[in-house]
């Protein structure tokens, strides 16, 4: 069975520290057989801001066209979601923010016309992965965007529990994540551990 696997790449500045975390994620797991890899990023991907208008409340869909019309079902199709990027100013940075936000209508489905997001034999299937960076060396430095992405992965039906983190602090200048000492061992057993899981889940 094929893993669908569908990444974001969230920072404006293309191949920087965070999307090379996502490439060694994301090559670590072309290795592991019949792996679909899908990657976008958000700096091209003509997703708007939420506009808090709640029309999706009652239409069950969002009433802008634009690059979420693409990606709607293929966050929902996707066995693994992987979303990487910065801390700017000790949050999310806004192009990965935007697309969070957009999930808006994933959260009136779900909680609002009390709809399904995933079909039901689905549910428990799927995994979430939160790759970021940061230049600064704090240990809080994380701290801002971790609620932030958990609700972004609930309203898709992959709870905490599905949730697996590479946080990587310290790494400013672009490229700098090249020297770090552990990040890429690190991406890229996070990578294999994840499609292994999801075969194991997927076989169930």
Known sequence: MEIKVLAFAGSPRRGGNSETLLDWVLGAMDLEGSVAIEKVALADADVNPCRGCNACEKLNRCVQRDGMDVLHDKIIDADCLVLAAPIFCMGICAQAKALIDRFQVFRSRKYVLKLPVVPLERKGKRIGVFLSTAGQNWDHVFDGA???????????????????????????????????????????????????????????
Request: aromatic share 6%.
């Open 146 to 204: 971790v609620p932030t992405v958990k609700c972004f992965f609930q309203v898709v039906d992959i709870p905490n529990r599905d949730i697996r983190y590479l946080m990587v602090n310290g790494v400013d200048e672009k490229g700098a994540i090249l020297s770090h000492p552990t990040a890429r061992r690190s991406s890229e057993r996070l990578g294999r551990e994840v499609i292994a899981e999801l075969a194991k889940r997927l076989e169930e």
